[in-house]
């Protein structure tokens, strides 16, 4: 007999509320001692210019567009505890992508399911239909996860729908249709991103099916239908698959200094990264408005084993771009979680969890071999430069401080670097504070690789897969000189080597913050070229 919707939501509401009472009776034992927590992590963890939610759990960013003025962010948002539950879409709006306004969830579960990851669109033309009194609706593409389905084993958990808003983005209203795609018998099917194809006048949609990729179009975002897939064939596995494929990302970026265009393919994979558990890969090539087919000096270079990863550090995981804005060189705007799925759910904080990276400025670049993807800080982040130390040519014997916290706070740092013509040493930074703990980063010349240490810098016992191993990243291509930017934002690092071509994202969790920024090889004496510091000023 077939459950009524009455029926369906009544269930789902339960299942909501026996997992919140759970949580909430495991914590009323210790609500003392979570509050003197959430104080001091307030001032140790919570960064200044990395979204977090005001509460609860977070994870992928979802839905980001930008329409008159603002900046929109939605996430995978559960309000009620600091661990993954039944999910909705928190939101956040940014006129600078820096400074964010958190505002009211803007989806909730519903009879149909948890609200699971997805895009947003700003249909201009009203080709949905939704829109009134020429108000454009933005409309929300959302995988549906049915708990009660998932927990019986069946294998059409998770189907697609949408939903729109006439108040740019602040409430959506449920396609009564919904859903817009049923799940064909695919345990994970999920995380649709849609963008309008120009040349077809037509939207696509690339959606995660457990190993692969499909794609599907539409003329009214309503009626939808499949077209290809990528990923796995008969014959070949294509790109890495250690893991489940989610939240992918197909976008067209300019080739630099040239008048040649490439589509890109991004999907994330948990677990499987290059240094355990989740991480994003990236594949260059072309589509047609029905195939992504890979260029064959990508394919060329990907079967030599060589790394396309957005991100070599072990947080940054599901990233996305914003729908409708582009950078002034017709780049992309990204922006991806700051964690991994091997600890999310145990960081040490107590009152929410997750933060996202740092929004990037992503560009695709020509070298020697096949095209890749680089990444750069948005520019807006200079406008908040303050305090600032700079020198040449700095001469450095053994461990040597470079600048320590009285003269800028390593909390909220900007830091750039150059080492002129890097010997075959290995060159490491050390941030460090009172408590003896320390993050160390750096270059390997003999070995070509970058690393990022992070055994001794603050609390790692939560998780033993946390701090078990150093990451590490090729060095891609040939560069004369070794150079970086670096951002320091209280339990945060991101760096950007080789104009933004190597990136390694970490998190940590020091028990006071850094003091000292110090530089050591392994040969006697080398020299810095240049190094500049900015504070930055977010209170």
Known sequence: MKETSLTRMISLFCVVLLFSCKQNQEKESSTEL???????????????????????????PNGMFFYNGYYHLYFQHYPDDNVWG?????????????????????????????????????????????????????????????PIKAKEGKTDAQTQGIAYSLDEGLTFIKYEGNPVINNP????????????????????MVLAAHDRLKYYESKDLKKWKFLSDFGEDIDKKIGAHGGVWECPDLIKLPVEGTNEFKWVQFVSINPGGPNGGSSTQYFVGDFDGKTFTMDKEFELALQKRHNFWLDFGRDNYAGVTWSNIETKDKGKLFIGWMSNWDYANQVPTETWRSAMTIPRELKLVKDSLTHRISFAPIQKLS???????????????????????????????????????????KYTFKLSNQNNEELLFGYDHVLKKFFLDRKKAGKTDFSEKFSGSISVAPRIGSFKN??????????SIEIFYDDGLTVMTGIFFLTSPFKTLSISSNTEVFELEHIEINELNFN
């Open 86 to 146: 039944p999910m909705h879409w928190g939101h956040a709006i940014s006129t600078d992508l820096l400074t964010w306004r958190e505002q009211p969830i803007a989806l909730h579960p519903d009879e149909l399911g948890y609200i699971f990851s997805g895009s947003a669109v700003v249909d201009e033309h009203n080709t949905s239909g939704f829109g009134k009194d020429g108000i454009p609706p933005i409309v929300a593409i959302f995988t549906y996860h049915d």
């Open 185 to 204: 018998g695919i345990n994970d099917f999920r995380d649709p991103k849609v963008s309008w194809h120009e040349d077809d006048k037509k939207w696509v």
């Open 383 to 425: 406008e908040f430069s303050g305090k600032k130390y700079a020198k040449e040519d700095i001469i450095i014997r053994g461990e040597q401080k470079l600048i320590d916290s009285e003269q800028i706070d390593l909390t909220r740092a900007e830091i750039h670097f150059t080492i002129a013509n890097p010997l075959k040493n």
């Open 34 to 60: 979570n509050t003197n927590l959430s104080l001091s992590e307030e001032k140790l963890y919570r960064p200044f210019y990395h979204f977090t939610p005001k509460k609860g759990w977070m994870n992928d």
């Open 482 to 491: 070794l150079s970086g930017t670096i951002l320091l934002d209280k339990t």
